[in-house]
């Protein structure tokens, strides 16, 4: 399911800009459950030199094909620790009506040192080049493999005696199974970014995760789909939220959520383990 997506973040204690989950480069239902080594993620920005939709297909294939690598990535989306990863192009007539394109793909760290490069080259259509065909997207998946490594190689181990607890809580409103899938999609996408959650009840959590869903009537074919992540100590004060809106089909989320559930927890959980890092650096000692 591919959704378009609006979200906003609440800091009580600072502002940043933050992703906008159920973006439209979220993993396909086949595709694994993403594992980010951390909650920085990547934004792929539009491919310089290539023709406007050339250079758009490329951004959004090499987002989705690190996605494919665990690494949260997205083309419209960022946070102040997110890598950035740019690209440029360059191609040479080979006859037949065929290009030869070369992609100069560069990683820089959020502040904006070169961390790695890698160059992807394919022979393609000259038409496919300036329409921005899906036969471009190739040029994306040689390198993103090497450029998720590139990334992993960055994160931080977890710090046990350190690390804040999480808590993931209730969700309420949420239509089907969302309540179950919702809250365990979050748990599992959080521990994936080195979040440390509670084990046990009883246990004490430094920071609960809530949720709320509300989904509108059908209208024609549609309904309009918003959840609402909140991030709480456990007292109930509020540190944050991260917003998600979509349109979905009428009556897709009656049932199991499945692979949907996943779709908005992973990419809420980058704004969630961005919360709990800014919330942490205000209330360090100076």
Same mark, same amino acid.
Request: with cysteine; hydrophobic share 45%; charged share 15%.
């Given at each position: ?57 490329l951004a959004a294939a090499m987002a989705k094909a690190l996605q ?77 493999? $090497? $450029? ?10 977890p710090l046990a005696d350190s690390d804040p607890v999480i808590a993931v ?37 430094? $920071? ?79």
């Amino acid at each position: 399911m591919r959704f378009i997506a609006v979200a906003g973040l609440l800091l009580l204690a600072a502002c940043q800009p933050l992703p906008r989950p159920f973006a439209h480069d979220v993993p396909p239902p086949n595709s694994a459950v993403l594992t980010p080594p951390d909650s920085a993620g990547v934004i792929v920005e539009p491919v310089a030199g290539a023709p406007e939709a050339a250079a758009q297909q490329l951004a959004a294939a090499m987002a989705k094909a690190l996605q494919d690598q665990d690494v949260p990535a997205s083309t419209h989306a960022s946070n102040q620790g997110s890598f950035r990863l740019t690209g440029t192009a360059t191609t040479r007539d080979v006859g037949n009506g065929n290009l030869l394109v070369t992609i100069a793909w560069q990683m820089h760290e959020a502040s904006g040192m070169p961390l790695s490069r890698q160059d992807s080259t394919l022979t393609i259509p000259a038409a496919a080049w300036r329409q921005g065909d899906i036969a471009v997207a190739p040029l994306a998946r040689q390198s993103a493999p $090497f $450029f998720a490594k590139a990334v992993e190689s960055t994160a931080p181990p977890p710090l046990a005696d350190s690390d804040p607890v999480i808590a993931v809580q209730s969700v309420s409103g949420a239509p089907g199974d969302g309540a179950q899938s919702l809250a365990r999609a979050m748990a599992d996408a959080l521990s994936r970014s080195h979040l440390s959650l509670v084990e046990k009840p009883g246990d004490k959590a430094n $920071f609960v995760v809530v949720a709320d869903v509300a989904v509108s009537p059908p209208s024609g074919g549609k309904q309009e789909v918003q959840i609402a992540w909140r991030l709480r100590r456990p007292d109930g004060g509020q540190v944050g939220e991260v917003k998600q809106e979509n349109s979905v089909p009428a009556g897709s989320l009656d049932g199991p959520w499945g692979v949907t559930a996943y779709e908005a927890a992973n990419a809420a959980a980058a704004g969630i383990a961005a919360l709990i890092a800014e919330t942490r650096r205000a209330a360090a000692p100076s």
